[in-house]
């Protein structure tokens, strides 16, 4: 099965940071990954489909890239609602698995 | 509005089985896939198995093999994981979530899971 390595794990930062998630996968899947974001006790929420495009109604700093082995999830301007769990998926083959996630918090 | 709502809690002995449903409201129930994904306390996300309502057609990850049967009743525009042989590693929160698109038989490009249910809460417990 395709594995997904998320990095960081865990990433602390501030109101106004602009921050980067990264997500490799195992082998190329085009641009089939999107991310989505989970508050605690909630469900996840589609944020970005096929590696960049935004989901209706996100915010617009929200932005993804890449494509193949190698993608970014950035935020570029940190917003108190956005400390949150983010995870990658990958959308090419079944099973359709997840990263690991990254935990972003407040500093 | 689109929205998936799921059937309540359930407690369950080692070995049991249950059965979580689904049910779709502000679109075609058949136009979409079903997913359903699990989270246990404090872990990310696992991908359980999907069903197509149009095709009845259903998948599963490997691991579970077996042990779930994904289903659908049309008329009710609801969909159904049953989960049996229960074991406490089985405790986790049950999603649904709306998934690739269908118009007939072709295949939209898979755009994520884009509606998700409430979850569902299924513990294990003796």
């Known amino acids: 099965d395709m594995q997904l390595t998320q990095s960081p794990s865990f990433l602390s930062a501030s109101v106004g940071d602009r921050v980067s998630i990264s997500c490799r996968a195992s082998?190329?899947?085009?641009?089939?990954l999107a991310w989505y974001k989970q508050e605690p006790g909630k469900a996840p929420k589609l944020l970005i489909y096929?590696?960049?495009t935004l989901q209706s109604g996100v915010p617009s700093r929200f932005s993804g890239s890449g494509s193949g082995t190698e993608f970014t999830l950035t935020i570029s301007s940190l917003q108190p609602e956005d400390f949150a769990t983010y995870y990658c998926?990958?959308?090419?083959?079944?099973?359709?698995?997840f990263g690991q996630g990254t935990r972003l918090e407040i500093k | 509005q689109v929205q998936l709502v799921q059937s309540g809690a359930e407690v369950k002995k080692p070995g049991a089985s249950v059965k979580v449903s689904c049910k779709a409201s502000?679109?075609?129930?058949?136009?979409?896939?079903i997913n359903w994904v699990r989270q246990a306390t404090g872990q990310g996300l696992e991908w359980v198995g999907w069903?197509?309502?149009?095709?009845?057609?259903?998948g599963n990850a490997q691991k579970f093999q077996g042990r779930v049967t994904m289903t659908r009743n049309t008329s009710i525009s609801t969909a159904y994981m049953e989960l049996s042989s229960l074991s406490s590693d089985d405790t986790a929160v049950y999603y649904c979530?709306?998934?690739?698109?269908?118009?007939?038989?072709?295949?939209?490009?898979?755009?994520?899971?884009?509606?998700w249910g409430q979850g569902t809460a299924v513990t294990v417990s003796s």
């Open positions: 979530a709306r998934g690739r698109q269908h118009d007939g038989d072709y295949d939209y490009d898979y755009n994520g899971m884009d509606v």
């Open positions: 502000g679109y075609t129930f058949t136009s979409y896939d």
């Open positions: 069903i197509n309502p149009n095709r009845n057609k259903a």
């Open positions: 082998h190329g899947i085009s641009s089939y």
């Open positions: 096929a590696a960049s």
């Open positions: 998926q990958h959308l090419n083959s079944y099973p359709p698995g």
